[in-house]
């Protein structure tokens, strides 16, 4: 019979699918700028300025990836003096979870 040749190539296909960590990459600032300018992501100012609203907090850094998408991470200093840093992704302005896949993979890059 040919199953055992079949069940070890799905298996491979298994392994070798989606599963995989996307590339991380940095954004420099004339990249940001153009996808702003582009419309293509809402603005890094934008991003703070919301973010900084929601919780109340003080923007200490922001910076920009692009791992499937743009995403910025902003690090604040809240009012009881705690940092935290929040990942918004840029095309919508909606916070990602750290916990996710994709705040995983932003949060061990931007380290």
């Given amino acids: 019979m040919k199953i055992a040749p079949a069940l070890i190539l799905l298996t491979m296909l298994a392994l070798s699918g989606p599963g995989q960590a996307a590339t991380v990459r940095e954004l420099d600032a004339a990249e940001l700028r153009q996808a702003t300018k582009a419309g293509d992501i809402i603005s890094l100012k934008r991003a703070i300025e919301a973010v900084a609203k929601s919780t109340g907090g003080e923007p200490l850094e922001a910076r920009a ?4 998408a743009v995403y910025y991470r902003i690090v604040l200093k809240r009012p009881n003096g705690k940092i935290v840093s929040v ?14 896949s994709v705040g995983r993979q ?3 890059a931007a380290e």
Avoid: P
């Fill in 65 to 68: 990836f692009e791992i499937d």
């Fill in 87 to 100: 990942i918004v992704n840029a095309l919508t302005g909606e916070q990602v979870s750290k916990g996710s």
């Fill in 106 to 108: 932003l949060s061990a």
